[in-house]
């Protein structure tokens, strides 16, 4: 262990289990001395949540169903009662029916628009605000967006509506908060095979396609995505706000297949 995050306190919501995105950025952060408080949806996921927690030295551990905004506040307030501030926020949080991710994004249901805009993109400004006003002259917050967010992707549908919202957010977010040293990305995840990546039509096929053409070669994997959140998270990153930084093993910088595809 080194020290990179020695002294630091920060919130991590979105846990659902040890295969989640944000598992992978808490063990990242916590191997470098970060202090760790961990949200979790309904009772279930704190079951699960609360070996992990353990851990990793976690001794707060909040209930918080962001469609709920009283259990959002009632959390904040348990951490400015427990810690008095707070250091940095991770939000990595999506749902979306996952009857409609697949077939066509025109299908989309009025209902399910709002309700997967507001957990998966307003949910973001409505934690941010709460986490900035427990942060005193400086602080880093970081979500979890998709490539289906600037280029339709099969079946991620209303979903990469959501996270266009959310990428616009982050840059919105860092407007408002930069000239308090509050720093705000968003880290641009190629597919990972989890709870809610399972939720999207054929997402073994999507792994399969990045794995094929991806300038690595491969998928990634939540340590590779809690070493970039580590940089975003910690002093390492200290001149840079309101980015969209993308560990998808290069996916998003290439224009074709490769062509040994091609030639199948
Ligand atoms: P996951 O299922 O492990 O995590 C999703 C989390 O969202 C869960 O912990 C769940 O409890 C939480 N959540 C959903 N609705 C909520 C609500 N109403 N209130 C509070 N929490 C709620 O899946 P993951 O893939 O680790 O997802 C984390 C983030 O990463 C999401 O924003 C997702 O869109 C994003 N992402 C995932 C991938 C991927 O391929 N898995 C790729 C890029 C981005």
Known sequence: MSDLMKGKRGLIMGVANDHSIAWGIAKAVAEQGAELAFSYQGEAFGRRVKPLADSVGAKLLLPCDVEDIETVDTMFDAIKSEWGGLDFLVHAIGFSDKNELKGLYADTS???????????????????????????????????????????????????????????????????????????????????????????????????????????????????????????????????TGEIHFVDAGYNSTSMPAIEQLKK
């Open 110 to 240: 009025r209902e399910n628009f709002v309700r997967s805009m507001v957990i998966s993109c307003f949910s973001f400004t409505e934690v941010a605000k709460r986490a900035a006003a427990l942060m005193d002259d400086k602080g880093s917050m970081v979500t979890l967006t998709y490539g289906g967010a600037t280029r339709s992707m099969p079946n991620y549908n209303v979903m990469g509506v959501a996270k266009a919202g959310l990428e616009a957010s982050v840059r919105y977010l860092a407007a408002d908060y930069g000239p308090r040293n509050i720093r705000v990305n968003a880290i641009s995840a190629g597919p990972v095979r989890t709870l809610a990546g399972a939720g999207i039509g054929d997402a073994r096929a999507m792994l399969n396609w990045q794995q094929r053409n991806s300038p690595l070669r491969r998928t990634i994997t939540i340590d590779d995505v809690g070493g970039s959140a580590l940089y975003l998270l910690s002093d390492l990153s200290s001149g840079v």
